[in-house]
């Protein structure tokens, strides 16, 4: 079934109270898709002519909104100085990170945010990739809201397995700024098993093999009985097709020989793709690279394409192999090997994947397509309730920086998240009141070889002889993936603040600018979401009151039910309309009021145990 | 990246009696319960062993697959992803409980985290202060003759052999562990573990130099 667009203008208003619908989202760096489940069937949101991919390239005319998508891709070869492609690369990389890259980028970096987050100069506009992904995502759900005629405000939105916190947070951020709630940040592997598992309803050992236009996935999964448990994850967050048309533009480039400028080299990059394309069913392609300069011929065979991206695969390869050592799982005992990604459809990859598992890789779901379903089929687990349980891993181990430079790792990589893990360290000067951390996400020894992700202070440490202070640094990864730290001093039991500084980030304060600035009513959004925990927690009150109620109102006379009833009463209606602080106060008063009923309670369950009846009966 | 306070501390810091209040409907509930029977919220962990914790007699012979069934069924009902659209402390302690039973099921999962948190259970952890014996260095003499080796392996096939001899060590270890343990043989079981952890370690670093020879074999 196609699914109704409206014309702009006849959409239907969204009421204002009513729940805005939950979907998937792939955010790629080629393509977005955008997909929603209903009952356990997943439909990708397409355009007028069928198509599901929105390409995620934006073109930022100055005094004009950006345009996103196939739009924004035909200013490619005309105006590249003002389009942006591939910006998920960027994601979570600092300043000084794109510094060291600045040549190879076909962009020009302006200044950092104050957090340190890398901006790049488009026309007039000083922009951080949060905020072009941000534009992305606003517009696929713009896109989505016309399709399906509702309001669209919560996402599940997929990330590579092998992004790191600082990737994962940016990601998470770009949503909130296009008005978006994330519901789960779920692995692009991860959510690819669920839309096979699903579908085929098949039991064992899966290998996923992830290859899209700028990174690489691979990971091992089980599938039992609706539950999706990650047995090891590893990739590299910097390789995809994209390096298929970094070969191929350097191959024609090389043949027309001289000195290009950036445009001219994103020119012969959309030129590359389009004859990496093409070449699968037409061997040889042979057409023009039209550069500013004037026009060159060009040809690229299979054999030259798969020359050029031989070592590439074999990357790929080698890292599936570590993969498949870290979970001690041999190639020949795995069930079924799938193929995700647009660049898995490139035949030199589906061969070599093949022959390293000796057996014949699935592909029967749309690889541009699976993650956005199966992305969307999580957010309807999420939202309505399901069966199936998705169990992942941290991809990449997390430590804290010692003496040396060594890195000492808190939380190792394959971990099953959320996981919380603690560490003490002491003092090694008397009387020293300070210590610093430094904490890093890799798997290197060194600390300037892993991702710098945050350095901060703990201060207020009683002064003490050398060694005798107890600090305790709390590692807490949730299930999104992303990391929070704390530490405090134990010994004294003082509790010592700390204050994190991240270094690629933005600052809250910038956020919250952005979040204003971005969103046309940033205000009534954030009001409407805390107007919505405030209802989901009174209603959370009365459920258990009228349990409560259920067991133990014989404890109450006639008339302290009435008056709690009349209570409840009251937040009922409160909570029939929109004023959060009224909401708030009468469950207070709720809670208050019944607080001498709750101790009745308890004093009949003491009661109960001292008559030597069997505890479990209370609770059960 | 944010600092947040020690939630789940606090929550393990509960005092361990018959029952205690329901956070929700402030009425009373088992401390073992996962869930209030009353108003079905759910309940924040308690600080029992990982065995406990999972429904397991503590000892090192355990069926993986039993214990992966266990830890299936608490995750079904406990994952944050069953709390998506809860209240916010419901949200919370379902972290907690996620965390709980990882930890148990990660360190039950592995025979030489098993081994060691049994031993540590049993009042004979292997990294205790004043604990190193005579045997302890014997331990070491063949650690540091097997790495003296692996460093002189001129290729990766010869580091391969080794690492096999290393992992059928191991699992020769595992079944000393495993009768050490039946027999109530605690400094034995220790033992046996120690020597798994170097082996466990050895492979580790077996791995690594293989990597290493492979890199620098291949054409620049």
Redesign the interface.
Known sequence: MLLQIYEPGQTPLPHENEQGLAVGIDLGTTNTVVALARDQKAEIVRDARGSGLVPSVVAYIDGADPLVGEMARRQLLDRPEIVVSSIKRLMGRGAADLARLGGQLPYELGAAAEGGMARLKIGARLLTPVEISADILRAVKERAELALGRNVDRAVVTVPAYFDDAARTATRDAARLAGLEVLRLVAEPTAAALAYGLDSKSEGVFAIYDLGGGTFDFSLLRLEKGVFQVLATGGDAALGGDDFDHAVAAKFLAERGGEFSRDEVKQALATARLAKECVSSQDPWEGELMLDAGDSSHSLTRAELEKLIEPLVARTLKIAAGVLEDAGVKPEAIDGTVLVGGSTRVPLVRAKVEEFFGKKPLADINPDEVVAVGAALQAEALTAGSDTLLLDVLPLSLGLETMGGIVEKIVERNTPIPVARGQDFTTYQDGQTAMSFHVVQGEREMADQTRSLARFELDGIPPMVAGAARIRVRFAVDADGLLSVSAEESTTGRQARVEVKPSYGLTEDEMADMLRASIDNAEADMERRLLTEARVEARRAINALEAALAVDADLLSEAERATIAAAQETLERAMSKSDRASIQGAAEALEQGTKFFAERRMDRGIRKALAGRNVAEIGG | ??????A??ADSARPAA??G??W??????????LF??????IQPPQPLDHFARLGLAPGFDIQVPVL?QLY?GF??QL????F?????R?RQIS?SQ??AF??A??TLKSPLARATYLLALRGLPIDGEGSHTIRDMELLDDQLERREKLHEAPDAAAVEKLAVAARSDAAACLGEISAAFAAGNLAAARLATLRLKYLDKFADEA?NRRALLALKSEPA
């Open positions: 990246m944010q600092i947040t306070p020690l789940t501390d018959a029952f209040a329901c929700s409907c402030r009425g009373p509930v088992a401390a073992a319960a209030c029977a009353t108003c079905k919220a992966d299936f995750q079904r994952h944050p992803d069953r998506a659209n809860a209240a916010p419901a972290q996620a965390v990882n930890d099921y990660e791995r």
